[in-house]
């Protein structure tokens, strides 16, 4: 006689309709769904307790019920539970009706809260059935509709020296996505938690021109969204460890003086993938920057803050050896791919940006997207991120020199 095997399932935080129903599919495979609110709750419950045809069964019933009512809030429900399928019913039926639902207050919401969502939104206007299925069955079959494989960058072009005003600067092209850098630094006092170290602030403004979705709260909102990332991928820690940018080389005096450098970036035009061309034009700016020479008077007292002397003419490069890349990998459908499109994001379930140096240290990470992803599955991607990481630093370095050489001729 084999013996039978049982498992436990602590559910906790549902009704006690919901918990019925939930007991009887999983003794009888069937399921009541009296109305749409018990089908959100079940299919909750089936992503969560990773029931699959439970979730199924729930997901194809709602699919039936979106309207221009309804969508935006089945949007937002359909990306938190992974529920593909009523996610592109829902977004096929705002699209259809985008001047209505613009007009709305769960739109605007939806604005403050996800910005890459409604980006999303917008980069699937225009799409056609056809192109859709194009785009999906082209990375299926690793070759994506621009001809790139899964793990192929656009090409890159590099101008640096491009705002004469900055310590540093650099304009990247990645395909058809358009960002400027810029790197100004100022003399600072260290904070008294780091008395050696000197500090870096990151912003990035989204251009109104860019996308019709930058205008307003919506470009405020990406715009904060995309610094916080690239802090994370390039700043390491609130200590400091981890900083892919390094903060001692910006030591002049410790506890009396170091520099301070506030990085900017501006997309001009967007594309996809714009924390990776962002990641890349601060790298390209960074190497770009001179930090002038200091002398630092001889004779102060402890309590007075010591005068300084910056050269006009001196200046040191900033060592960018071990600045990181971003690397973000985009899942659509089973696959994740490298540099996406904005076509191609309208398509992505999640994505996971990984910043790595050039040693192939891990300095920051950070995922956005409603779906979750397996502790497993990140590992993986980290893996790949790694691997595409090294031609792309090479590519990189490559253009910045090229473009340095040109800088200097001209």
């Known amino acids: 006689m084999e013996e039978s095997q049982t498992s436990t399932i602590k559910i906790s935080e549902v009704s006690y309709h919901d918990l019925c129903a939930f007991v009887n599919y999983l003794y009888t495979a069937e399921v009541n769904l009296v109305d749409d609110q018990r089908a959100e709750d079940l299919l909750a419950m089936g992503e969560k307790y990773q029931v699959k045809h439970l979730k199924a069964y729930c997901e194809n019933f709602l699919r039936s019920k979106v309207s221009a009512s309804n969508a935006l809030k089945y949007l937002t429900f359909a990306t938190k539970y992974k529920a593909e399928d009523l996610t592109e019913a829902s977004l096929n039926v705002i699209i259809e009706n985008m001047n209505k639902l613009k007009l709305q207050d769960e739109y605007k919401e939806l604005v403050k809260k996800d910005p890459h969502l409604v980006i ?15 785009i999906k069955g082209g990375i299926d079959q690793d070759l994506r509709s621009d001809g790139r494989k899964r793990l192929t960058y656009r090409p890159i072009s590099i101008e640096t020296g491009v705002i004469p005003q900055a310590n540093g600067s650099a304009r990247l092209r990645m395909g058809d996505t358009d960002v400027i850098a810029t790197v100004k630094a100022e003399i600072g006092k260290p904070s008294h938690l780091h008395p050696n170290r000197g500090k870096v602030a990151i912003f990035v403004d989204c251009s109104a021109i860019a996308s019709p979705v930058f205008e307003g709260r919506g470009g405020e909102e990406l715009s904060t969204e995309l610094s916080v990332a690239l802090q994370r991928c390039l700043l390491g820690g609130k200590s400091g460890a981890g900083a892919g940018i390094d903060l001692l080389s910006l030591n002049v005096m410790e506890g009396k003086i170091c520099w301070d450098l506030y990085i900017e970036g501006l997309v001009i035009n967007a594309d996809g993938n714009l924390l990776d061309a962002l990641g890349a034009a601060i790298k390209a700016a960074l190497s770009n920057t001179g930090i002038p020479k200091v002398n630092v008077a001889a004779e102060f007292s402890a309590e007075e803050q010591p005068e300084v002397d910056i050269s006009d003419e001196d ?92 800088e200097a001729v001209s």
């Open 120 to 134: 999303r939104i917008y980069d699937m206007v225009g799409l056609s059935a056809g192109e859709k299925h194009f």
């Open 315 to 406: 200046f040191l490069r900033f060592d960018t050896s071990s600045v990181p890349v971003v690397i973000t990998l985009t899942k659509v459908g089973k696959h994740y791919i490298v540099d996406a499109t904005s076509e191609e994001e309208s398509h992505m379930s999640s994505a996971i940006s990984v910043s790595i140096n050039s040693r192939g240290q891990i300095c920051g990470l950070t995922k956005r997207g409603g779906a979750g992803v397996d502790p497993s599955v990140v590992l993986d991607m980290i893996s790949v991120a790694k691997h595409v990481s090294e031609h792309f630093i090479m590519k990189l370095d490559s253009e910045i020199s090229a473009a340095e050489a040109d």
